[in-house]
C-alpha cells in the first residue's frame, strides 16, 4: 500500500511563510510526477505546482515567484516553500503523485488527505 502524508500547514499572517512535505511510503519502486493542489471553500480544486522525476517544474500562475516545489528523490518526499503568502492562499493543500509500486505495475495516481494553510491577520 502507497500512501501519502502531508505537514506543515497551519495559520499564518498575510505576507508570511509556510513550508509543505508530503512523503510517500509503502511498496514505492518509481515516482514520477509529485505536486501540490489546493482546494478553497466553495471552489474546484486546482494544481498549483508540480515536479518531475527530471526536475520539470510547473507552476499556476497566481503562485509565480511566491512558491517554490522541490523534491528529495532519496525521501521520497516533495516539499513546497510558500513566501509572501495572501489571504487568497486559504485552501486545503493536497499531494499528489504517480507512483509506480512495482517494476510490473502501471503507474497509479494517489492523493494525501489534504492540509489546512489559512492566511490571515
Known amino acids: 500500500q502507497v500512501q501519502l502524508v502531508e505537514s506543515g500547514g497551519g495559520l499564518v499572517q498575510p505576507g508570511g511563510s509556510l513550508r509543505l512535505s508530503c512523503a510517500a511510503s509503502?511498496?514505492?519502486?518509481?515516482?514520477?510526477?509529485m505536486g501540490w493542489y489546493r482546494q478553497a471553500p466553495g471552489k474546484q480544486r486546482e494544481l498549483v505546482a508540480r515536479?518531475?522525476?527530471?526536475?520539470?517544474?510547473n507552476y499556476t500562475g497566481s503562485v509565480k515567484g511566491r512558491f517554490t516545489i522541490s523534491r528529495d528523490n532519496a525521501k521520497n518526499t516533495v516539499y513546497l516553500q510558500m513566501n509572501s503568502l495572501k489571504p487568497e492562499d486559504t485552501a486545503v493543500y493536497y499531494c499528489?503523485?504517480?507512483?509506480?509500486?512495482?517494476?510490473?505495475?502501471?503507474?497509479?495516481?494517489?492523493w494525501g488527505p489534504g492540509t489546512q494553510v489559512t492566511v490571515s491577520s
Open positions: 499528489n503523485a504517480d507512483i509506480q509500486a512495482r517494476p510490473t505495475m502501471s503507474l497509479l495516481n494517489y
Open positions: 509503502g511498496s514505492i519502486f518509481s515516482i514520477y510526477v
Open positions: 515536479i518531475t522525476s527530471g526536475n520539470s517544474i
